[in-house]
C-alpha cells in the first residue's frame, strides 16, 4: 500500500512540476499526445482537428489561451465523450455578428440529430471544428482573413452533410440541372435563363435553404481535367446566383468530376441544383 501510495505521490508531483514548467496549452498538449484514442469514428476525427486548431494557435498565433481551448476539447473528444459545438451566447461577441452563428450553430446540432455524426462523421466533425474556429476568431474579431476561412469552410463543410444525409449523390434529387457543351463551363442562354428560375426560387424560399451545386462531366478526356472542369462549371453557376442577388454563404460547390453511364453522354455535363433539405 505504501509503495502504491508512494508511486502515485511520484506521478502527480511529475505531473505538477510539468505543469509549472510549461504553460497550460502545453501541458494539455503533452496529455493528448500520451493518450489512446477511443470512441467512434466522429470524436477521433474531431479530436485531431481540435488538435491541429490548437497548434496553429500555439506555434503561429502564440495564443496560448486558444491553444489550451482546443486542446482541451481534443482531450475530451479523443477519449470518446461527447463535445458539442461553441455556443456563441457564452463568448464576448458584437450583437450584429450573434443571429448568424446562432442559425449556423442551431443548423449544425439539427444535422447531428438527424444522424450526421454517423452518416458523415469525418465532415461532420470538421463543420464543428470549423464552427468553433469561427466563434473563437469573431470573439477576437481582428483577423478577418482567418473569421472568413472558418466561416468559409463551415458552410463548405455543412453542405456536404447534409447532402449526405439526403443519400448522397446516388439518392438526392437536384431540384433543377444546368447543362453545358462538350469540355466547356460556358454559361448558354438555356442556363442563364435556368439560374434565373433558380434565383428567384431562392428568394421565394426567403433564403432559408442552403444550395449545393454539383458540377459533373462524362468520361471524355482525364480525371484530373474532368474534375478541374465539374469546379469550373459549378464555379460558373454560383457567380450568376450570386449575381442575382443570392448571398455566398447559402452557395456550396462539389466537383463531382466524372459521372457514371457512356463515355461521351451530353446529359453529364451539367450542374445539379440541389436545395439543401433533409428534414
Known amino acids: 500500500m505504501k509503495n502504491e ?56 498565433m502564440y495564443d496560448e489561451a486558444s491553444a489550451d481551448y482546443y486542446f482541451q476539447k481534443a482531450i475530451r473528444a479523443k477519449e470518446g465523450c461527447p463535445v458539442l459545438p461553441a455556443c456563441p451566447e457564452k463568448w464576448d461577441i458584437h450583437k450584429d455578428h ?31 471544428a470549423h464552427y468553433d474556429c469561427w466563434v473563437e476568431q469573431q470573439s477576437e474579431d481582428w483577423q478577418k482573413e482567418d473569421i472568413a476561412r472558418c466561416r468559409s469552410e463551415f458552410y463548405t463543410a455543412m453542405a456536404i452533410v447534409e447532402f ?14 444546368i447543362m453545358f457543351g462538350l469540355n466547356s463551363s460556358h454559361l448558354d442562354d438555356d442556363g442563364m435563363r435556368a439560374i434565373d428560375a433558380i434565383a428567384q426560387e431562392a428568394r421565394d424560399l426567403k433564403f432559408q435553404h442552403h444550395i449545393l451545386l454539383v458540377g459533373r462531366t462524362d468520361k471524355v478526356g ?30 456550396s460547390i462539389k466537383a463531382a468530376g466524372e459521372t457514371p453511364g457512356p463515355k461521351v453522354d451530353a446529359h453529364n455535363r451539367r450542374v445539379d441544383v440541389i436545395f439543401l433539405n433533409y428534414r
Open 222 to 251: 482525364d480525371l484530373k481535367h474532368n474534375k478541374q472542369l465539374s469546379q469550373h462549371r459549378a464555379t460558373a453557376v454560383k457567380r450568376q446566383l450570386i449575381r442575382r442577388g443570392v448571398p455566398p454563404h447559402l452557395i
Open 98 to 128: 450573434m443571429p448568424e452563428l446562432v442559425t449556423a450553430r442551431a443548423r449544425l446540432i439539427n444535422a447531428m440529430n438527424f444522424g450526421a455524426r454517423d452518416i458523415a462523421p469525418r465532415m461532420t466533425a470538421y463543420a464543428q
Open 164 to 177: 449526405e444525409l439526403m443519400g448522397g449523390h446516388l439518392n438526392a434529387m437536384p431540384s433543377s440541372m
Open 5 to 60: 501510495l508512494l508511486n502515485t505521490s511520484l506521478k502527480l508531483g511529475a505531473f505538477a512540476a510539468l505543469f509549472l514548467t510549461v504553460g497550460c496549452a502545453e501541458y494539455h498538449h503533452r496529455v493528448l499526445d500520451n493518450m489512446e484514442a477511443k470512441g467512434p469514428e466522429f470524436t477521433q476525427v474531431l479530436s485531431k482537428e481540435y488538435e491541429e486548431l490548437g497548434k496553429t494557435e500555439e506555434n503561429i
